[in-house]
């Protein structure tokens, strides 16, 4: 198996994170620093990245978690602000995120040992849905709507949703449900920012196959991968 594909199936880090460390000469095969990405992994070959010893997974595993607000994507944070692998069990810490959910976005957030199957789930061109319950604060026109829906640039990038209707109206904030194939670095609320509203709260609640129907904020749970 090709070095990248095998650090990122092994679960260690995502395929883009292993071309890096292969890069950075920070992955050794039989006690020699190897940074070619065509070398092809046997199954005699001893693979480390540093001091960590990479074993191959043979199964897939995919997670679920209800990710409160307040909570950073990452394993570290230079802020130190807490991280979404502190709601995991201790044996699942070495879990990779598919995607991520900003700091202040609840709901829907995978975690897999697979990188390929992580990288799958993250490509555009695979059209895989993410639903989003999304309350703003403003008057919301149907022009807003309309032009959503067609796409608008933002400091020259297209943003566009693949569906959005509005579930509930109340007398200062609305909710709306959202669905996109691809979710940009703070999307949905740079869509609204640029008709002046305001978000006040986001929660994925469906990321393709899979749902936070029943779940409570910070449950974490095994689902069976569908691909």
Same mark, same amino acid.
């Given at each position: ?106 709901? $829907? ?56 209707? $509005? ?61």
């Amino acid at each position: 198996m090709r070095l990248s594909k095998f650090l990122a199936h092994s679960g260690h880090c995502s395929r883009r994170n292993a071309e890096k460390l292969i890069i950075e000469n920070k992955v050794i095969i039989n006690n020699k620093i190897c940074n070619e990405f065509s070398y092809q992994v046997s199954d005699t070959d001893e693979v480390y990245v540093e001091n960590t010893l990479i074993i191959p997974q043979n199964e897939i595993e995919l997670y679920v978690l209800n990710k409160p607000k307040g909570y950073i994507t990452s394993k570290k944070d230079e802020l130190n602000r807490k991280t979404v692998y502190e709601l995991l069990p201790e044996n699942k810490k070495n879990l990779i995120t598919i995607g991520r959910l900003d700091f202040n976005t609840e709901g $829907l957030l995978l975690f897999t040992n697979n990188g390929d199957f992580a990288r799958y789930y993250e490509l555009p061109k695979n059209k895989i849905k993410r639903t989003y319950k999304v309350k703003v604060y403003g008057n919301i026109q149907n022009s807003y709507l309309k032009k959503i829906k067609s796409g608008i640039k933002i400091d020259g990038v297209l943003h566009k949703v693949d569906e959005i209707f $509005l579930i509930k109206k109340l007398k200062t904030n609305n909710w709306f449900t959202i669905k996109l194939t691809e979710g940009k670095n703070r999307e949905i609320r740079k869509i609204f920012e640029n008709f002046g509203l305001i978000v006040n709260r986001i929660i994925r609640t469906n990321y393709g196959d899979y749902s936070i129907d029943k779940m409570k904020l910070g449950e974490f749970k095994k689902v069976n991968p569908k691909k």
